[in-house]
């Protein structure tokens, strides 16, 4: 699968689709509620343990971090989860072209064995596309 391409300084949307196993679409803004975090890193040394590039949150964190919170949307059928980015916030990526990465966690927060689980855990590669400044 190629790395999903992410444009510096310019305000976007990438959907993405999550699919469960047996390939259906998975409901992610039904009855049941999710908490999701998504840490960006640059790569060091081989490995994605590099310095955090983003950080993108669905729903508040407390204490609220307006840089992060609500940046990840989810829905019910495809694409069921947004990620976003304002141009202001594109604009706090490195303007070099690289490869960053980060794993997507979603946390079940409705009531239930799994509440405050993490239910899914996805792995995102991006690649940093530069902008070409006067």
């Known amino acids: 699968m190629a790395n999903i391409q992410l444009q510096r300084g310019q305000h976007q949307q ?11 679409v998975i ?13 960006l890193r640059q790569k060091e040394k081989n490995k994605f343990a590099g310095a955090v590039v983003d950080v993108l949150r669905h729903g508040t964190s407390s204490p609220a971090r307006p840089e992060a919170d609500s940046r990840i949307t989810f829905a019910s059928t495809a ?3 947004s990620l976003k980015w304002s141009t202001a916030q594109a604009n706090l990526l490195p303007n070099s072209s690289q490869t960053i990465a980060g794993d997507l966690k979603i946390t079940q927060t409705s ?11 996805i792995n995102l590669k991006f690649d940093i596309i530069p902008e070409i400044i006067e």
């Open 27 to 39: 409901d992610l803004a039904g009855g049941v509620t999710y908490d999701a975090e998504l840490v």
């Open 79 to 81: 694409p069921n989860i």
């Open 14 to 24: 990438i959907d993405v689709t999550f699919k469960n196993p047996a390939g259906s």
């Open 111 to 121: 009531s239930g064995s799994l509440q405050n689980e993490v239910v899914y855990h």
